[in-house]
């Protein structure tokens, strides 16, 4: 166990990064707290899919509407707001496309911090480990496609972040640039072709140079090479080092460095060439990009980054004797669906059906086409037997490693689940997918044959994980269930739920809940032993549930579940509902709308190799924790946007922890903002909803509430696999590292693998101090007989032993099956293929390098700022 020396993590990357004028190439979003104009691997990412992205809008025309052009577009920061309102129409959500644009970036992101990656020279183009880096690049290019093609897209843009990452670090890290290149290295992505004039052992590169800044260190050499990064591999005289801060190794002769990593002659000795190492590293991004479509054609590719406002359609569905009524009540909701969204924007991105039955579950159909779904749901009958309970959890977890982020999933079930251990799993996972789950439970005792009592409380994980997804669970009757079904079905294409006054039933006052001028299409859902309810709009007038059509809209009853659908546009105001009820009823309150936003939470690193933010699932008790909000919808106009800030609410008893001011981050426009959240925020045990709220242009408050509530878990957890794909008949070795801020912990530790390869791990408990850390490590094997072209996930888990439990820390890794001989060539491209601004120009072996002066020219003056700077760093590091 290692205390965690190195690992300070506070304020003084925020000093650093307000000091600093820039950083960039940094990984991510953090530099532009300070730097507005930075541009970092984030940026490159984003505006790289961005790009390509109206490129493909411009190339397919929208059906039924006019037609994009390049002159709206053209000398403006592209916006996926923009792009969507003109492909699809105005306020068309782009939750989708932005959450997976963020998992692109967070994987890319992701490399300069795990501490498997993060020195791998390379993964990063360092230590001129150029023909080994660029294998990587192109393994990772490779395993994307092949993911992609089996429709495994999460893993597919994993892959696909870590390759753009190393394809935009060869911009920064070798000397591409300083060799004069205009343009993007034409044989990087091309398998066929060799790496030309490579610098050999012996080569010297560099000259010593004393100064921050070093214009003139590279000797005049027309061959390629990268910069040492510390000690592993060691730097051999001669060599360039990458230079800047946080490279120890830059200190032994040759001093100095080459890295244009930032615009900051703290970080990067050839920060002045910074802005073109990055234009050559976006359009290498583009090109990448552009391969990728090219090989997956326009639809593989819009799916692959969630290139459509609609989202996928999952069903877990229990097949034993008693199901018939709820199965076929799943044919048609999804036929219903099907014929609904056909051919349209909002046509399911993918189907995805697991049938259980006990004591089997599985095996998962995964399709993006309706009629092999449609062919293949219809096919499916009750199959007799059926004991309470079922394998329905087991069944539910295929459905999640499987289903988009974003999506619904809809269980169909008349039995409790028999698996219950894996409940918090399950929680984990549904908020990890962003997928709510909706359990469609037809309670009729009547039903089933049964060996022993039943237990009171047997459905509360289906509840409990309701709650963790922002799902529901319904409980109805056969009769009801295909009408019941199809409510929920209409209610799910992408609508946001509502905050209520008070958040908690029953209460004996009306319910609250405010509709702004952003919202249409609101639709309430009540549910339970309701005797009566009657909804007023701020004016005053109501309607009550007796009144099927009434002056507010249309109800719908079907037994103990009502729907009332609200007559467009609704007034804006305060909305009342009154119930009386047995029990707890449940109401849900959704709405459409373009007003929307998405978080992430990360922790500023700032002890190298590049400093940033690292992306976290879930915060940390104990860590200074920064809280990125994206907001979607913006229309210029209507919103302030200085005035956003978050409540957290405590999600059983709706109390407010605390609230923070957002602070806006980065192109206005592009809705990012940022809070750091107090350490005493996180050391709440329960969860919590994060709750936006802001202000229109005329004042009136503007309420969203996250679909999901966070939990804050103990302590890190990372695990990181091997950097390709597992191959049937071989072991592969992954490592975790498990680090407290808090404590003491006491944890256990378990780790699972789907589908079950055997595998063992040599952690299984440990105590863990304040600022302790430790590894472990899973020996997994690949048996001969796993399925090429698969998906296998591994999951380790971190639970405490305390009598008070505090959340469980989970972490998810998504590797893929493929055979050794499966190296597709990714061949050249013909001239008539897309990629194609990519010939070396005449200038190959010209060189733009400068004499070397005397460290006066390009030099920065010690200013006081970072003098100071420097001793804060010597004093903390
Ligand atoms: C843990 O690390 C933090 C930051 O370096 C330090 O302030 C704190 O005193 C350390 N706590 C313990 C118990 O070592
Ligand atoms: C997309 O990128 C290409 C290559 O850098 C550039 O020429 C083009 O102007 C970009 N398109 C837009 C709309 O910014
Ligand atoms: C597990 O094995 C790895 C590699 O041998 C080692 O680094 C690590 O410390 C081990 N962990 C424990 C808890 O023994």
Same mark, same amino acid.
């Given at each position: 166990?290692?205390?965690?020396?190195?690992?300070?993590? &506070?304020?003084?990357?925020?000093?650093?990064?307000?000091?600093?004028?820039?950083?960039?190439?940094?990984?991510?979003?953090?530099?532009?707290?300070?730097?507005?104009?930075?541009?970092?691997?984030?940026?490159?990412?984003?505006?790289?899919?961005?790009?390509?992205?109206?490129?493909?809008?411009?190339?397919?025309?929208?059906?039924?509407?006019?037609?994009?052009?390049?002159?709206?577009?053209?000398?403006?920061?592209?916006?996926?707001?923009?792009?969507?309102?003109?492909?699809?129409?105005?306020?068309?959500?782009?939750?989708?496309?932005?959450?997976?644009?963020?998992?692109?970036?967070?994987?890319?992101?992701?490399?300069?911090?795990?501490?498997?990656?993060?020195?791998?020279?390379?993964?990063?183009?360092?230590?001129?480990?150029?023909?080994?880096?660029?294998?990587?690049?192109? =393994?990772?290019?490779?395993?994307?496609?092949?993911?992609?093609?089996?429709?495994?897209?999460?893993?597919?843009?994993?892959?696909?972040?870590?390759?753009?990452?190393?394809?935009?670090?060869?911009?920064?890290?070798?000397?591409?640039?300083?060799?004069?290149?205009?343009?993007?290295?034409?044989?990087?992505?091309?398998?066929?072709?060799?790496?030309?004039?490579?610098?050999?052992?012996?080569?010297?590169?560099?000259?010593?140079?004393?100064?921050?800044?070093?214009?003139?260190?590279?000797?005049?050499?027309?061959?390629?090479?990268?910069?040492?990064?510390?000690?592993?591999?060691?730097?051999?005289?001669?060599?360039?080092?990458?230079?800047?801060?946080?490279?120890?190794? #830059?200190?032994?002769?040759?001093?100095?460095?080459?890295?244009?990593?930032?615009?900051?002659?703290?970080?990067?000795?050839?920060?002045?060439?910074?802005?073109?190492?990055?234009?050559?590293?976006?359009?290498?991004?583009?090109?990448?990009?552009?391969?990728?479509?090219?090989?997956?054609?326009?639809?593989?590719?819009?799916?692959?980054?969630?290139?459509?406002?609609?989202?996928?359609?999952?069903?877990?569905?229990?097949?034993?004797?008693?199901?018939?009524?709820?199965?076929?009540?799943?044919?048609?909701?999804?036929?219903?669906?099907?014929?609904?969204?056909?051919?349209?924007?909002?046509?399911?991105?993918?189907?995805?059906?697991?049938?259980?039955?006990?004591?089997?579950?599985?095996?998962?159909?995964?399709?993006?086409?309706?009629?092999?779904?449609?062919?293949?749901?219809?096919?499916?009958?009750?199959?007799?037997?059926?004991?309470?309970?079922?394998?329905?959890?087991?069944?539910?977890?295929?459905?999640?490693?499987?289903?988009?982020?974003?999506?619904?999933?809809?269980?169909?079930?008349?039995?409790?689940?028999?698996?219950?251990?894996?409940?918090?799993?399950?929680?984990?996972?549904?908020?990890?997918?962003?997928?709510?789950?909706?359990?469609?439970?037809?309670?009729?005792? #009547?039903?089933?044959?049964?060996?022993?009592?039943?237990?009171?409380?047997?459905?509360?994980?289906?509840?409990?994980?309701?709650?963790?997804?922002?799902?529901? +669970?319904?409980?109805?009757?056969?009769?009801?269930?295909?009408?019941?079904?199809? +409510?929920? &079905?209409?209610?799910?294409?992408?609508?946001?739920?509502?905050?209520?006054?008070?958040?908690?039933?029953?209460?004996?006052?009306?319910?609250?809940?405010?509709?702004?001028?952003?919202?249409? =299409?609101?639709?309430?859902?009540?549910?339970?032993?309701?005797?009566?309810?009657?909804?007023?709009?701020?004016?005053?007038?109501?309607?009550?549930?007796?009144?099927?059509?009434?002056?507010?809209?249309?109800?719908?009853?079907?037994?103990?579940?009502?729907?009332?659908?609200?007559?467009?546009?609704?007034?804006?105001?305060?909305?009342?509902?009154?119930?009386?009820?047995? =029990?707890?009823?449940?109401?849900?309150?959704?709405?459409?709308?373009?007003?929307?936003?998405?978080?992430?939470?990360?922790?500023?690193?700032?002890?190298?190799?590049?400093?940033?933010?690292?992306?976290?699932?879930?915060?940390?008790? =104990?860590?200074?924790?920064?809280?990125?909000?994206?907001?979607?919808?913006?229309?210029?106009?209507?919103?302030?946007?200085?005035?956003?800030?978050?409540?957290?609410?405590?999600?059983?008893?709706?109390?407010?922890?605390?609230?923070?001011?957002?602070?806006?981050?980065?192109?206005?426009?592009? &809705?990012? /903002?940022?809070?750091?959240?107090?350490?005493?925020?996180?050391?709440?045990?329960?969860?919590? /909803?994060?709750?936006?709220? &802001?202000?229109?242009?005329?004042?009136?408050?503007?309420?969203?509430?996250?679909?999901?509530?966070?939990?804050?878990?103990?302590?890190?957890?990372?695990?990181?696999?091997?950097?390709?794909?597992?191959?049937?008949?071989?072991?592969?070795?992954?490592?975790?590292?498990?680090?407290?801020?808090?404590?003491?912990?006491?944890?256990?530790?378990?780790?699972?693998?789907?589908?079950?390869?055997?595998?063992?791990?040599?952690?299984?408990?440990?105590?863990?101090?304040?600022?302790?850390?430790?590894?472990?490590?899973?020996?997994?094997?690949?048996?001969?007989?796993?399925?090429?072209?698969?998906?296998?996930?591994?999951?380790?888990?971190?639970?405490?032993?305390?009598?008070?439990?505090?959340?469980?820390?989970?972490?998810?890794?998504?590797?893929?099956?493929? #055979?050794?001989?499966?190296?597709?060539?990714?061949?050249?491209?013909?001239?008539? #293929?897309?990629?194609?601004?990519?010939?070396?120009?005449?200038?190959?072996?010209?060189?733009?390098?400068?004499?070397?002066?005397?460290?006066?020219?390009?030099?920065?003056?010690?200013?006081?700022?970072?003098?100071?700077?420097?001793?804060?760093?010597?004093?903390?590091?």
């Amino acid at each position: 166990m290692n205390p965690l020396s190195h690992c300070y993590l &506070g304020s003084l990357l925020l000093l650093i990064t307000w000091l600093f004028p820039a950083s960039g190439f940094f990984p991510n979003i953090w530099s532009l707290v300070a730097a507005p104009s930075s541009i970092t691997h984030q940026d490159l990412t984003e505006e790289a899919v961005l790009n390509v992205t109206l490129q493909l809008f411009l190339e397919r025309p929208p059906s039924g509407r006019s037609p994009l052009h390049l002159e709206d577009f053209q000398g403006q920061t592209l916006l996926a707001d923009d792009l969507f309102g003109a492909y699809f129409g105005l306020g068309t959500p782009t939750r989708h496309f932005r959450a997976a644009l963020g998992e692109v970036a967070r994987a890319n992101a992701a490399q300069d911090f795990l501490s498997v990656t993060k020195h791998n020279p390379e993964l990063h183009f360092d230590a001129e480990q150029l023909v080994g880096s660029r294998a990587r690049l192109l =393994g990772s290019l490779q395993e994307a496609l092949s993911a992609a093609r089996a429709l495994e897209y999460a893993l597919a843009r994993q892959r696909l972040g870590a390759m753009l990452h190393t394809l935009q670090d060869f911009y920064s890290h070798s000397n591409w640039v300083e060799l004069g290149k205009q343009q993007p290295h034409p044989d990087l992505l091309w398998p066929g072709r060799k790496l030309k004039n490579l610098a050999q052992v012996g080569d010297l590169m560099c000259s010593d140079c004393e100064e921050l800044s070093c214009p003139g260190n590279l000797l005049n050499s027309i061959f390629l090479t990268s910069g040492y990064f510390g000690a592993k591999p060691p730097k051999p005289p001669g060599k360039c080092s990458h230079g800047g801060h946080f490279d120890q190794g #830059s200190h032994d002769i040759p001093r100095g460095g080459i890295n244009k990593d930032s615009t900051s002659p703290m970080f990067s000795p050839h920060h002045a060439l910074h802005p073109q190492a990055a234009q050559l590293a976006f359009q290498a991004s583009i090109q990448a990009l552009n391969l990728l479509r090219d090989r997956l054609g326009d639809t593989g590719f819009s799916r692959l980054l969630q290139i459509s406002p609609a989202s996928g359609l999952s069903f877990v569905l229990d097949t034993t004797g008693s199901m018939r009524e709820e199965i076929n009540a799943a044919k048609m909701q999804a036929r219903k669906i099907i014929d609904q969204h056909r051919g349209g924007p909002m046509e399911p991105t993918h189907y995805i059906l697991v049938p259980f039955h006990d004591p089997g579950f599985g095996p998962v159909l995964k399709t993006s086409d309706p009629d092999a779904f449609w062919k293949h749901l219809n096919e499916i009958h009750a199959l007799g037997g059926g004991d309470e309970p079922e394998m329905c959890l087991s069944a539910l977890e295929l459905a999640l490693l499987h289903t988009p982020q974003f999506s619904d999933i809809f269980v169909f079930t008349d039995a409790s689940p028999k698996d219950v251990h894996l409940t918090r799993r399950i929680e984990a996972l549904s908020q990890k997918q962003h997928c709510k789950v909706t359990f469609l439970v037809t309670e009729d005792p #009547s039903r089933r044959i049964r060996r022993e009592v039943l237990f009171p409380k047997r459905f509360e994980p289906y509840e409990a994980i309701a709650r963790a997804s922002g799902g529901e +669970v319904i409980f109805t009757k056969d009769k009801h269930i295909q009408n019941v079904a199809s +409510v929920m &079905g209409e209610s799910m294409m992408d609508m946001v739920t509502l905050a209520l006054v008070p958040p908690v039933l029953p209460c004996k006052e009306p319910l609250v809940f405010h509709v702004d001028k952003l919202l249409h =299409g609101v639709i309430i859902h009540l549910h339970g032993e309701i005797s009566t309810f009657r909804i007023s709009d701020p004016s005053g007038i109501s309607q009550d549930i007796y009144q099927d059509q009434g002056p507010l809209g249309h109800i719908q009853c079907f037994g103990q579940f009502w729907t009332v659908s609200l007559k467009d546009p609704p007034q804006v105001g305060a909305w009342l509902i009154a119930i009386t009820a047995q =029990g707890t009823p449940a109401v849900r309150v959704k709405a459409k709308t373009s007003l929307d936003f998405l978080f992430s939470f990360g922790i500023p690193i700032e002890n190298g190799p590049h400093p940033g933010l690292y992306p976290l699932s879930q915060p940390v008790t =104990g860590l200074h924790t920064l809280l990125l909000v994206e907001v979607m919808g913006l229309v210029s106009g209507i919103l302030e946007m200085n005035h956003f800030y978050i409540i957290l609410r405590g999600s059983s008893k709706g109390e407010e922890l605390g609230h923070v001011a957002l602070e806006p981050t980065g192109i206005p426009k592009r &809705g990012l /903002f940022t809070a750091l959240l107090d350490p005493k925020l996180l050391l709440i045990q329960r969860p919590f /909803f994060l709750e936006l709220i &802001g202000q229109d242009d005329r004042g009136s408050s503007l309420q969203r509430v996250a679909s999901q509530p966070c939990i804050v878990v103990p302590v890190l957890l990372e695990l990181s696999g091997p950097s390709n794909s597992l191959s049937p008949g071989h072991q592969a070795l992954l490592s975790f590292r498990i680090s407290s801020f808090s404590g003491p912990w006491d944890l256990i530790i378990t780790a699972s693998v789907r589908p079950s390869f055997p595998f063992t791990s040599n952690l299984s408990r440990v105590h863990l101090e304040k600022n302790e850390s430790v590894w472990g490590q899973i020996w997994l094997q690949v048996p001969d007989s796993a399925t090429l072209d698969s998906l296998v996930t591994v999951i380790v888990t971190a639970e405490t032993m305390s009598n008070n439990p505090s959340p469980s820390a989970h972490a998810f890794l998504q590797l893929f099956v493929q #055979s050794f001989s499966q190296q597709e060539q990714l061949d050249d491209p013909g001239p008539s #293929s897309r990629p194609s601004h990519n010939t070396a120009g005449p200038e190959l072996y010209t060189s733009t390098l400068e004499p070397q002066r005397d460290g006066a020219a390009g030099t920065i003056r010690a200013e006081p700022w970072w003098k100071l700077l420097l001793m804060l760093s010597i004093a903390t590091w």
